[in-house]
């Protein structure tokens, strides 16, 4: 099983963007070559952010860098800080960012960072 499809198992926000994917499919025909690519991120980076606390101790972050789609342009997508971001909420922001961007002709991608 591929990483991808223990993440879209997880029905969190991936899974969600796939099955939208899914639904839409059928009006797409037209673009039916990229429907896989649409299915997958370009990238995904997970790092360790480790900060000093005030009391001195240091705790350790995960943060995440998910690239979508960049076959528009550079990756638009801010950074999402919260205690519960994961790689699975990551991966769907991106790709959201993906549709949002083609559907308004901008010419960017979609990426998304989380802390």
Known sequence: MSNLSYIAQNHGPWSTYLEQIER??????HLKGYIDTLKRP???LIVDVPIVMDDGTIQHFEGYRVQHNLSRGPGKG??????DVDLN???AL?????????????????AKGGV
């Open 42 to 44: 370009k990238r995904a």
């Open 89 to 91: 909420e990551v991966m």
């Open 94 to 110: 991106s790709a959201w960012m993906t549709i949002k961007t083609a559907v308004l002709n901008l010419p960017f991608g979609g």
């Open 78 to 83: 801010g950074i999402r800080y919260h205690p």
């Open 24 to 29: 839409v499919t059928p009006y797409l025909e």
